[in-house]
């Protein structure tokens, strides 16, 4: 993606803008800087550790005032010593901010009961019969034998078709959630932002194509779940039924539909009722004449889930079936299998980067991104409303997504996680996870469409990786940062990272905090208001065009 670009001087001079933040107005809503330290957790982080660099990081980041907030955020680790960091957090007079990681590539309970009951719970891949992904250690391309990939290997589906994916993930998530909202309720106002699932993306092998060209086939989502939802959301059919159905009211919009029909009272996908898709029910076109396809039947072309119910357990099963093959059934319906520039693939999935850096029509309000991005958003919406079911306030819950428009093609495509994954309308937040320069106003395209939002955030943020400690364009860029995403709706930041071993642990100083230029800048931002903000970083022209 071309970076976008932005008139520094113009934002630092602009007007506060009413009613984009919860508090009525952007620039003097009031952010929080954590600290990010993963090692908070570890048995070596006694209560005396953890006083000591509380300690620290007040001496650091300054206490700060009505406007900045200074705090420590981690991954939620369990009530016993979470329940003690929040009580030391009380003392110290800081904030805490709480990461649950309920993520479909992190590997736990949920994925090997999926292995063991279903491997349809997974994600397969577009152009493969290796179900479980490209990078698995195995010689998959030329010879070369790669190692596991957490992100593109075994990575379950995250289809809301997917029963027990569905079931076990939501349950993780509302234990946490529960246990986090006792915490609360004994020290109220120390947790001041829950940030849930980290970077939730679909299976990332496209990523690898540059080294293994091999990988531009192992495109997911195509299990039988998620090939089921994308033809049930396209017709407004099963779970998207617009009067019964559990999703109703969220299958695929007209952009990609085309004209809904009116029945019995309600809008409808003009598809919903043809008998097969070859055959329109009404005047117009049919599914066929719409997309271009030449299916004959609804039921699924690979592994129907009607015709073919059981659950499959064996590794070595064929995902992509052929004539007289188990699992295989003739002119039945696909997902797209070959990635180009049509409306058919387009319903599947829009690729910003692919698109021209463009977004789908009806973007912001309604967006027609396809299926694939839909999928991902849906899993992210579905589990932090399971967060508020359980509990928790949704004015401090945030997302936290890779924004796909800044990253590249590969990615971008393959993962399938733009900036939107990362807005919660319920909430009206934005949560991304960003290195270096991030440009508010993918976030803002969001947020500001509700008008008592609660901002957006960066939940792993370090404005220049692999600078020195004590470099001063570190210092430079991290205040600039502060001062822009400040007036412009930011209300968390996750800085990263917080490392108490020293050098042992970041031999690279890849995203250094303590003892740094960045956590200078933070704290000289910590101590300043919107009437008194600190100078002019140094060597940053602010009448000059970033790049």
Same mark, same amino acid.
């Given at each position: 993606?071309?970076?976008?670009?932005?008139? !520094?001087?113009?934002?630092?001079?602009?007007?506060?803008?009413?009613?984009?933040?919860?508090?009525?107005?952007?620039?003097?809503?009031?952010?929080?800087?954590?600290?990010?330290?993963?090692? $908070?957790?570890?048995?070596?982080?006694?209560?005396?550790?953890?006083?000591?660099?509380?300690?620290?990081?007040?001496?650091?980041?300054?206490?700060?005032?009505?406007?900045?907030?200074?705090?420590?955020?981690?991954?939620?680790?369990?009530?016993?010593?979470?329940?003690?960091?929040?009580?030391?957090?009380?003392?110290?007079? $800081?904030?805490?901010?709480?990461? +649950?990681?309920?993520?479909?590539?992190?590997?736990?309970?949920?994925?090997?009961?999926?292995?063991?009951?279903?491997?349809?719970?997974?994600?397969?891949?577009?152009?493969?019969?290796?179900?479980?992904? %490209?990078?698995?250690?195995?010689?998959?391309?030329?010879?070369? !034998?790669?190692?596991?990939? &957490?992100?593109?290997?075994?990575?379950?589906?995250?289809?809301?078709?997917?029963?027990?994916?569905?079931?076990?993930?939501?349950?993780?998530?509302?234990?946490?959630?529960?246990?986090?909202?006792?915490?609360?309720?004994?020290?109220?106002?120390?947790?001041?932002?829950?940030?849930?699932? $980290?970077?939730?993306?679909?299976?990332?092998?496209?990523?690898?194509?540059?080294?293994?060209?091999?990988? &531009?086939? %192992? +495109?997911?989502? %195509?299990?039988?779940?998620?090939?089921?939802?994308?033809?049930?959301? +396209?017709?407004?059919?099963?779970?998207?039924?617009?009067?019964?159905?559990?999703?109703?009211?969220?299958?695929?919009?007209?952009?990609?539909?085309?004209?809904?029909?009116?029945?019995?009272?309600?809008?409808?996908?003009?598809? %919903?009722?043809?008998?097969?898709?070859?055959?329109?029910?009404?005047? *117009?076109?049919?599914?066929?004449?719409?997309? *271009?396809?030449?299916?004959?039947?609804?039921?699924?072309?690979?592994?129907?889930?009607? /015709?073919?119910?059981?659950? $499959?357990?064996?590794?070595?099963?064929?995902? +992509?079936?052929?004539?007289?093959?188990?699992?295989?059934?003739?002119?039945?319906?696909?997902?797209?299998?070959?990635?180009?520039?049509?409306?058919?693939?387009?319903?599947?999935?829009?690729?910003?980067?692919?698109?021209?850096?463009?977004?789908?029509?009806?973007?912001?309000?309604?967006?027609?991104?396809?299926?694939?991005?839909?999928?991902?958003?849906?899993?992210?919406?579905?589990?932090?409303? !399971?967060?508020?079911?359980?509990?928790?306030?949704?004015?401090?819950?945030?997302?936290?997504?890779?924004?796909?428009?800044?990253?590249?093609?590969?990615?971008?495509?393959?993962?399938?996680?733009?900036?939107?994954?990362?807005?919660?309308?319920?909430? *009206?937040?934005?949560?991304?996870?960003?290195?270096?320069?991030?440009?508010?106003?993918?976030?803002?395209?969001?947020?500001?469409?509700?008008?008592?939002?609660?901002?957006?955030?960066?939940?792993?943020?370090?404005?220049?990786?692999?600078?020195?400690?004590?470099?001063?364009?570190?210092?430079?860029?991290?205040?600039?940062?502060?001062?822009?995403?400040?007036?412009?709706?930011?209300?968390? /930041?996750?800085?990263?990272?917080?490392?108490?071993?020293?050098?042992?642990?970041?031999?690279?100083?890849?995203?250094?905090?303590?003892?740094?230029?960045? @956590? @200078?800048?933070?704290?000289?931002?910590?101590?300043?208001?919107?009437?008194?903000?600190?100078?002019?970083?140094?060597?940053?022209?602010?009448?000059?065009?970033?790049?």
């Amino acid at each position: 993606m071309k970076t976008m670009k932005l008139l !520094v001087v113009a934002i630092l001079s602009l007007a506060p803008l009413a009613g984009v933040c919860g508090a009525g107005v952007a620039g003097n809503a009031p952010l929080t800087i954590y600290a990010l330290w993963e090692g $908070i957790n570890s048995p070596t982080s006694t209560e005396p550790v953890i006083r000591t660099q509380m300690d620290n990081l007040l001496a650091q980041f300054g206490p700060g005032n009505a406007w900045h907030h200074p705090g420590f955020a981690f991954i939620y680790g369990g009530r016993p010593k979470t329940e003690v960091i929040v009580r030391l957090a009380k003392e110290k007079g $800081i904030s805490i901010g709480l990461i +649950l990681g309920e993520q479909t590539h992190t590997r736990g309970r949920a994925e090997q009961v999926l292995l063991e009951k279903d491997l349809r719970s997974f994600q397969w891949r577009m152009s493969t019969p290796h179900w479980e992904g %490209y990078m698995t250690g195995k010689n998959t391309n030329a010879g070369a !034998v790669v190692a596991a990939d &957490a992100r593109d290997n075994e990575v379950p589906s995250p289809s809301r078709y997917s029963p027990l994916g569905q079931k076990l993930f939501a349950q993780g998530t509302a234990k946490k959630a529960r246990e986090i909202r006792q915490i609360m309720n004994e020290y109220p106002g120390v947790i001041t932002c829950i940030n849930g699932l $980290i970077e939730e993306e679909l299976a990332v092998g496209p990523a690898q194509v540059k080294k293994y060209p091999a990988a &531009a086939g %192992y +495109l997911g989502d %195509y299990s039988p779940f998620a090939v089921t939802e994308f033809r049930d959301w +396209l017709r407004h059919r099963g779970m998207y039924d617009d009067v019964d159905g559990k999703f109703a009211g969220q299958g695929a919009p007209e952009a990609i539909t085309g004209a809904f029909v009116e029945m019995n009272g309600f809008r409808r996908s003009p598809f %919903y009722n043809d008998p097969d898709p070859n055959t329109h029910a009404g005047p *117009g076109v049919s599914f066929n004449q719409k997309f *271009g396809t030449d299916f004959t039947s609804w039921n699924l072309k690979y592994w129907d889930t009607q /015709l073919f119910p059981d659950p $499959i357990t064996d590794k070595h099963f064929n995902p +992509l079936p052929v004539t007289g093959e188990k699992g295989y059934t003739e002119g039945g319906f696909d997902a797209p299998r070959r990635r180009d520039t049509s409306a058919w693939w387009r319903a599947w999935s829009w690729d910003y980067l692919d698109e021209g850096s463009r977004y789908p029509p009806g973007n912001p309000a309604n967006p027609a991104f396809g299926f694939r991005q839909v999928e991902v958003a849906h899993y992210v919406r579905d589990m932090f409303d !399971v967060m508020a079911a359980a509990g928790l306030p949704r004015d401090i819950t945030y997302a936290h997504q890779i924004p796909g428009e800044t990253v590249g093609p590969d990615r971008c495509r393959s993962g399938a996680s733009p900036v939107w994954t990362g807005y919660l309308p319920a909430c *009206g937040t934005v949560g991304v996870t960003c290195f270096g320069w991030f440009d508010f106003r993918l976030a803002r395209q969001y947020t500001e469409l509700t008008p008592d939002n609660h901002g957006w955030g960066i939940f792993e943020w370090h404005p220049k990786p692999f600078s020195k400690r004590d470099d001063p364009k570190l210092y430079d860029a991290a205040l600039k940062e502060l001062l822009v995403y400040s007036r412009n709706g930011c209300r968390h /930041l996750f800085a990263g990272w917080w490392n108490i071993q020293g050098a042992a642990a970041d031999p690279k100083q890849i995203f250094w905090l303590n003892d740094s230029k960045f @956590a @200078a800048a933070i704290k000289v931002f910590m101590a300043s208001t919107p009437a008194n903000p600190p100078p002019t970083p140094t060597g940053v022209f602010m009448d000059k065009v970033i790049q």
